[in-house]
Antibody
């Protein structure tokens, strides 16, 4: 079955750019929405944004000025860049696949998550 | 943004209990409501989508109901593996938003 795996640096310095990649295995990346979600330690879930494999994106307005998502269909990967990070960006970052029944979208496959700490 | 409010934020229950968690949206979202279960150190797992549709492989003791602004997740007979945190999430419009979570603990 489809599996997702996040990868990237676990430590990022303040003001630098957080870069994460999600690798999709066991299935095609095409024709789905792919989301990034984060969760600070002990807190709830925050949706960062999503990308369709055509390249269209939706970003959370709270992060939109700092976020870029991209997809590489040849590698079955999609990526997140978050610029100008601060300690408030320290969290577990998850990637997830969105699929739909009729037009009801839901995130049915998630990566295990990767912890990113922002610290000098 | 659509605000999602869950209640209670935590509850204590015993194995075999019937448990109900509620989720309220700040505006009507029709049936664009999903429920997830998260265990410590793990990613969320989808339980219910479109307010009441059971995700494949999820035990039938889980059920969802509601529409517009008020939704409910019910566990008909709580099992030891159900002790976890539950989140609702609206897919009516972006930004997608989650409720604050309900932690189900052992009494």
């Amino acid at each position: 079955q489809v599996q997702l795996q996040e990868s990237g640096p676990g430590l990022v310095k303040p003001s630098e750019t957080l870069s994460l990649t999600c690798t999709v295995s066991g299935g095609s990346i095409s024709s789905y929405y792919w989301s990034w979600i984060r969760q600070p330690a002990g807190k709830g879930l925050e949706w960062i944004g999503r990308m369709y494999t055509s390249g269209s994106t939706n970003y959370n307005p709270s992060l939109k000025s700092r976020v870029t998502m991209s997809v590489d269909t040849s590698k079955n990967q999609f990526s997140l860049k978050l610029r100008s990070v601060t300690a408030a960006d320290t969290a577990v970052y998850f990637c997830a696949r969105s699929r739909a029944r009729l037009d009801f979208y839901y995130m049915d496959v998630w990566g295990k998550g990767t912890t990113v700490t922002v610290s000098s | 943004d659509i605000q999602m409010t869950q209640s209670p934020s935590s509850l204590s229950a015993s194995v075999g209990d019937r448990v109900t968690i509620t989720c309220r949206a700040s505006q009507s979202i029709s049936s664009y409501l999903n429920w997830y279960q998260q265990k410590p150190g793990k990613a969320p797992d989808l339980l219910i989508y479109a307010a009441s549709s059971l995700q494949s492989g999820v035990p039938s003791r889980f059920s969802g109901s509601g529409s517009a602004t008020d939704f409910t997740l019910t566990i008909s007979s709580l099992q030891p593996e159900d002790f976890a945190t539950y989140y609702c999430q609206q897919s009516f419009s972006t930004p997608l938003t989650f409720g604050g979570g309900t932690k189900v603990e052992i009494k």
